[in-house]
């Protein structure tokens, strides 16, 4: 898509310089060219390509956005069981192993 839409603007940046050094040609009429020509057909292409791949992108932030307010199953991110995943202030010792529920270390006493 962005082929022809660079294509398109070095025919019109063409057009327009071929006005601008044109002995009947003026650089006010080359501008007009290039974007009467060029800048204001491309950029309406390409906005009207684009909106399905924008439509898609809004509607899938919006998922994401209704799922992290409302999750309706639990994910990997999301895990059932609360201690499965523990945060790091959870942590026994330095050693980065949870210390689960009702597990007393060795040698002390609850």
Wanted: proline fraction near 9%; charged fraction near 15%.
């Amino acid at each position: 898509m962005y082929l022809i839409a660079i294509a398109w603007g070095y025919v019109a940046l063409m057009m327009a310089l071929a006005e601008a050094t044109s002995s009947q040609g003026s650089v006010l009429g080359a501008i007009i060219t290039f974007v009467l020509y060029g800048l204001l057909p491309i950029s309406i292409v390409l906005y009207v390509l684009g909106s399905p791949s924008r439509k898609a992108a809004r509607k899938k932030q919006e998922q994401l956005q209704a799922q992290l307010d409302f999750p309706q199953e639990p994910t990997e991110a999301m895990p059932l069981d609360p201690l499965a995943r523990a945060p790091a202030s959870h942590q026994a010792d330095d050693r980065h192993h949870a210390a689960g529920p009702g597990i007393v270390p060795v040698g002390k006493e609850p």
